[in-house]
């Protein structure tokens, strides 16, 4: 369980759920969180040497399930803005806009592989006019891990990636 925990901080991402007078919102809309992917015991709030966890990451084991982590914390982060290219096939991929993101439904969503706080996350993102991502469904949370799983520089951090066969292309 030890080595689980620490694969699952050294690949941390951050998505863009922030829990606020003990609601859980998105940060760019300011919505309420409805969908959501847990992992099991999941949101804890607590854990690690940090008293309070607010912050929501997601690592691209299992079904991408979320964790909350001190905001603290450094993690990779992914960030999202719109697109034109309607795009329906969670496994194909395709270039959308600059910095090498890949698009999925009517997003574009870019992998930041720098290890940030969850409000250095935040900034990065809209310094590339783009927003911390936002999941609402099951397959956009689907979307994002295969894209994760998909990248040498995530897969490179020392994880099991031996899941990744299941996946059905
Ligand atoms: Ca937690």
């Not at 008293?51 to 079904?63: D, R, V, W």
């Not at 001190?70 to 910095?99: E, M, V």
Request: charged share 25%; with cysteine.
């Amino acid at each position: 369980m030890k080595s689980f925990l620490q694969n699952r901080a050294s690949a941390c991402v951050w998505i863009g759920g922030k829990r606020k007078l003990n609601k859980w919102k998105w940060s760019h809309s300011g919505a309420r969180i409805t969908y959501s992917s847990w992992y099991p015991n999941e949101p804890d709030g607590r854990g690690g040497i940090f008293a309070t966890e607010n912050c929501i990451e997601a690592t691209p084991t299992g079904s991408f399930d979320w964790n909350d982590l001190s905001c603290l914390a450094k993690c990779h982060s992914i960030c999202q803005t719109r697109w034109n290219g309607k795009q329906q096939k969670i496994y194909d991929l395709p270039d959308c806009g600059a910095h090498g993101g890949k698009g999925y439904g009517q997003s574009c969503y870019v992998y930041r592989s720098d290890k940030l706080k969850w409000n250095e996350a935040k900034e990065s993102c809209i310094q590339l006019n783009m927003h911390l991502v936002e999941i609402s469904e099951e397959d956009e949370n689907s979307f994002v891990r295969y894209y994760i799983m998909s990248l040498k520089s995530h897969r490179t951090l020392g994880k099991p990636w031996n899941d990744a066969h299941k996946i059905n292309h």
